[in-house]
């Protein structure tokens, strides 16, 4: 028996990612309530921290009198960090479920199975951002311009990507949802210590140097600007750098553990 | 070229061989049966023919290409349907079907043409818009068969696809592959059941611990064991005594459970008059008689001293590692 | 009295298992001692410039004053995890065994909070120990260390409560972990980690009324000034009121699980 006809291999590969991206939707549109964990999290803590710190800024040292728009890309970014990781507990339920095996016995290239993936996380970043993001401007937050808002959501959406690698690597390599907390905790610390509360020479001394050698300090800063000042090439390319940085050493990661799932 | 050829092949966990070293020849067009308990090696086998496994010795070919080297083409050559049919609850059934087939590369109008053939032809075109969480047991089987169809694959391999099923849906999957098989498709069956090898299967592996035992047309196989025995039900507590009386009139084989005896007889039911005045003569009641013909489970009892269908009842093997 | 005596072997029995089953899954504990210190480390890090701010409380460091803070957000995560895991014996029906033994019923609920408070217990002993590492000072000594702690565990007990009081009435585990999110609200809106009078409106009214800011304050007054008889009265009232409330709570809901089986 003749097997049928396929498309180009191009053309395949991008109908898959297209393909898996569409599944995870099911996710949130089927599922009642299913989208409000994601987007909850980051808010309570947006709040949370802006009412109980909010007083920082009358230090010296802040670029504004506004914590809100000091803290909002923080809060942005953690609730990526929070779907990425989300997406490597997924990917770890699809494999105890059995789920990855239909995908891994397909003649689909391993990259495109984990870029789907990938991918859908970081269009799913844009609900809590944005939830969190409304808030934040009804509380009185700096608009940031169309760059800075641009250049903030762009660290978003390359952060859940780079959450979703790292989520997904633990998923492939424990093959068990129980290596979830290790996903959100990763997360969370590597966004956290940075200058997340207050600026780089505010920080007490020990988070200041684990801040200025962690990659994320350079996206939250660059996520930042537009929001407690204005945007400038200088303050965005170091994120940029960061982010590439991170995807292709997470990203090569999370491919590797794909390629030995058989192993 | 045979569809699949298997050499020596080996899988190890660890210290545990749970694959070890086997050898198989399935011909293009042919049902392959491979039975075996629980914990025997064939899911782990099969993983490796569908290359989520790793071989840790020997080689295996599927449609020609090799599964380590040519892993890609082996995928693009088979259909799979595994002993957990993994389903999304959360997809309809056509959707479920369609994504399987852009997985499998087809382009989106073939791809939408053969899932709406192929739910027609398991028989689940009016579920096909429900969400697969719906579906019941037999119907989830169905739908991973069609979903393992949708390419159109030479080969066909199908792990326990009936395990967990009624007696219907068992039925309804058999006739499903014996189609797929007129129509030209290999298929490689694992299964404990030995009622569903020997009515399915052109050809019968039996493993055990990692082993081939035997293998064979299901026909020549039972020829191998021979002769039909005498299954006596006796009394409670009677069966050591009844096999005292039975013992020169045949050969005695390992008991099923703690009521029956079973004698082999040379003669078949002419041997039975004398069973009955020897038993009668020691005092046993026979509760019922029956002349039995070898099943492949008489095989199994043969290559490796223990019943398969009581192996499945006392659960006495570990599951296969993943 | 003999009545008195059996239903305190039943507590003990029952307060064994849970305290076993408790520190026998560290993916339990893990979560209610890790996530609170990796926060611990990140606010002291990164918002420890705050003691700088006119008004804030006279304090050797900014880890002085978070441990307790520290201590009442690993207590309610330890609340919270012992209301998913009465209401996981619930859904295993392993509770319908109990109930159908002949012991007082409320021995079940008081047997499962014990679990709780010996986790509250570890909690305060976790913190004490991190912030003696890195040179924080019990300004009360060894008795404002041990009120702490006792705080602490009274509050583990209470919130305890409540959270079996969920679990008796939704039966469901992931009802009750679904209520996580809220014990982060509760807390951030509580002078549990900044002082009250510092924090930004609304959040500094409803922190002034807020219970559990009357218990943080009773337990961070030892640790960074010394004992204060009325920060003290204040946590244990508050935690009284507290214990009330989820007795009330868990005898309602225990009287509907009867009812319902």
């Not at chain 1, 028996?1 to 590969?13: D, G, L, V």
């Not at chain 1, 940085?245 to 999370?254: E, I, N, P, R, W």
């Not at chain 3, 909690?123 to 260390?145: D, K, N, Q, S, Y």
């Amino acid at each position: 028996m003749e097997a049928t006809a396929t498309a180009p291999a191009w053309r395949a590969n991008l109908a898959t990612i297209l393909a898996l991206m569409a599944r995870t939707r099911n996710e949130i549109i089927r599922v009642p309530g299913a989208a409000i964990p994601g987007v909850l999290a980051p808010t309570i803590f947006f709040l949370g921290l802006n009412g109980v710190f909010g007083a920082l800024t009358q230090l010296s040292g802040f670029e504004t009198g506004s914590y809100e728009s000091f803290i909002v890309p923080v809060s942005m970014l953690q609730g990526a960090g929070f779907t990425g990781a989300a997406a490597g507990v997924n990917l770890a339920r699809d494999y105890e479920r059995g789920w990855v095996d239909r995908l891994l016995v397909s003649p689909a290239p391993r990259w495109v199975l984990l870029t789907g993936n990938v991918l859908a996380a970081s269009a799913r970043a844009f609900v809590p951002a944005t939830f969190v993001l409304a808030i934040a401007f009804a509380l009185g937050a700096q608009w940031p311009g169309i760059d800075g808002l641009v250049i903030c959501f762009a660290m978003v959406a390359a952060t859940a990507a780079i959450a979703a690698c790292w989520g997904s690597m633990l998923a492939l390599r424990f093959k068990s949802q129980s290596a979830a907390p290790l996903m959100q905790a990763g997360m969370m610390g590597l966004i956290l210590l940075t200058p997340a509360y207050a600026p780089l020479a505010l920080l007490q001394p020990w988070l200041e140097k684990v801040a200025s050698v962690n990659p994320l300090t350079e996206v939250v800063e660059a996520a930042r600007q537009g929001f407690v000042g204005s945007v400038t090439w200088s303050g965005t390319w170091p994120g940029l750098l960061a982010l590439a940085g991170l995807l292709l050493v997470l990203g090569a990661l999370a491919l590797r553990e794909m390629r030995r799932t058989n192993v | 070229m045979p569809a699949i050829e298997v050499a020596g092949l080996e899988r190890a966990f660890g210290e545990v061989l749970a694959v070890q070293g086997i050898d198989i020849a399935v011909a293009e067009g042919e049902i392959y049966g491979f039975l075996g308990p629980n914990g025997a090696g064939k899911t782990t086998t099969v993983r490796m023919l569908t290359t989520l496994l790793l071989p840790t010795g020997g080689t295996a070919s599927v449609a020609g290409h090799d599964v380590v080297a040519e892993a890609r083409q082996v995928r693009s050559s088979i259909g799979v349907a595994l002993q957990e049919a993994a389903l999304d609850p959360l997809m309809t059934g056509r959707e479920l079907i369609r994504l399987q087939a852009t997985l499998q590369g087809l382009p989106p109008a073939s791809g939408r043409k053969r899932a709406d053939g192929l739910l027609e032809r398991v028989g689940l075109s009016d579920a096909a818009e429900r969400r697969v969480g719906t579906y019941s047991g037999g119907m989830q089987r169905r739908l991973d068969l069609a979903a393992a169809l949708v390419h159109e694959p030479r080969v066909l391999f199908l792990d326990e696809p009936t395990t967990g099923l009624d007696p219907v849906s068992r039925k309804t999957i058999w006739e499903e592959v014996r189609a797929l098989n007129d129509d030209g498709t290999t298929v490689f069956l694992t299964t404990q059941y030995l009622e569903e090898a020997d009515q399915l299967a052109d050809n019968v592996g039996i493993i055990d611990s990692g082993r081939i035992v035997a293998e064979g047309t299901p026909e020549a196989l039972k020829g191998e064991v021979g002769r039909p025995h005498l299954e006596l039900l006796v009394g409670e507590g009677a069966v050591q005594e009844a096999e005292r009386a039975c013992a020169g009139l045949g050969k005695l084989l390992p008991p099923k459970d703690g009521k029956r005896v079973l004698l082999e007889v040379e003669n078949g039911a002419a041997d039975i008059p004398r069973v009955v005045i020897a038993l009668d003569e020691a005092g046993v009641a026979v509760e019922s008689l029956e002349l039995v013909r070898p099943t492949l489970d008489d095989v199994f009892v043969a290559k490796t001293g223990y019943h398969l269908e009581e192996e499945e009842d006392a659960g006495a093997k570990e599951a296969e590692p993943a | 009295m003999s009545d008195l005596a059996s239903t305190a072997r039943v507590v003990r029995a029952l307060g064994a298992r849970s305290i076993r089953q408790t520190f026998r899954r560290p993916q339990l504990i893990s979560p209610i001692i890790v996530f609170p210190t990796l926060l611990l480390a990140i606010q002291t890090g990164g918002a420890g410039a705050g003691v700088e701010l006119p008004g804030f409380p006279p304090v050797q460091s900014f880890l002085q004053f978070m441990l307790a803070g520290s201590m009442m957000q690993a207590m309610m995560l330890a609340g919270n995890s012992g209301g998913i895991a009465f209401a996981v014996d619930i859904e295993m029906g392993f509770t319908d065994r109990l109930f159908a033994a002949p012991i007082p019923r409320f021995a079940i609920v008081l047997g499962r909070l014990a679990g709780t408070a010996a986790l509250g217990l570890f909690a305060a002993l976790w913190f004490l120990a991190i912030g003696l590492i890195f040179g924080a000072e019990i300004e009360g000594g060894v008795p404002g260390a041990l009120l702490a702690i006792a705080l602490i565990t009274a509050s583990a007990l209470a919130v305890g409560g409540i959270g079996a009081a969920i679990a008796l009435r939704s039966g469901s585990a992931s009802v009750v972990q679904g209520l996580f999110p809220l014990v982060l609200v509760v807390l951030f809106l509580s002078s549990a980690f900044f002082p009250q009078e510092l924090m930004i409106e609304p959040a500094r009214t409803i922190a002034e009324y807020n219970p559990l800011s009357f218990i943080v304050e009773g337990v961070r007054e030892p640790i960074i000034s010394g004992i204060d008889a009325t920060h003290t009265l204040e946590a244990v009232a508050a935690i009284a009121g507290i214990i009330i409330l989820g007795l009330v709570l868990s005898a309602r809901a225990l009287q509907h699980r009867l009812r319902v089986g």
